[in-house]
């Protein structure tokens, strides 16, 4: 009887450990497909963006071009705020009111002032992804 008990209760701990060391591998693929997922809403934001400094910079303009781009940059804004950080988010809302409001006003986008609001979110992004 007590080899029974003894078996049983093994049996028992060593069920515990696999579905401990189960969950673990579960927990780390998750993980995982999260940080692809917020990497791929980061570089989805980022295109969009660059996106209207394409479209200022094109021979054929348009004004509904604009606005298909526009909108692109706010949804994939919000995709980025979703799940940004409270340090990411600056950066996101200075890139966009770069391209929306300065770039698009002025029917410009200069690479300086694109490439300065775009590292900002690069960086608070990268950092974001590490911690």
Known sequence: ??????????????GYW????VQETLDRQRSAEIQDQRRAAYADFIRAAGQVCTTLASSSFNHDKVNAVSVEVLTQESRV???????????TEGLTKYVMEK???AADCTTTDYTKYRNAFIT????????
């Open 18 to 21: 696999s579905n401990a060391g």
């Open 103 to 105: 770039a698009i006003s």
């Open 124 to 131: 608070a992004a990268q950092q974001d992804l590490d911690s």
């Open 1 to 14: 009887m007590i080899s029974l008990a003894s078996t049983i209760g093994a049996a028992a701990l060593a």
């Open 81 to 91: 705020l979703l799940i940004a950080s409270q340090s990411l988010r600056g950066p």
